[in-house]
């Protein structure tokens, strides 16, 4: 059984103990989906200040580093100019 995050982690005060949790609980081999919101890239980046206005999340934090520093495999795909993002990271010890 792997574990999946939606729109949780830019939330989460703590979001990298929220990932070593995460790295702790998995099996060797198992996978840690990630989806979720930063701000908008490329020209996208004009929505930005509305988007610092609508959105509770923090807008700062890095997730993706905070995951490729943990784990050793880890793809991400970008959509919606850079927004929204799904990670998948996999446990290999």
Partial sequence: MGALCTFGLSAIPDHEAA????????????RFVILDDKLFEGIGRLLNPLARRIFTWDYEKDVMSAVREIFEQVDAQKFSSGADYIIVAIKKE
């Avoid at 990932?19 to 198992?30: D, E, M, Q, W």
């Fill in 19 to 30: 990932i070593r949790n995460v790295f702790k609980a998995l099996k060797t081999g198992k």
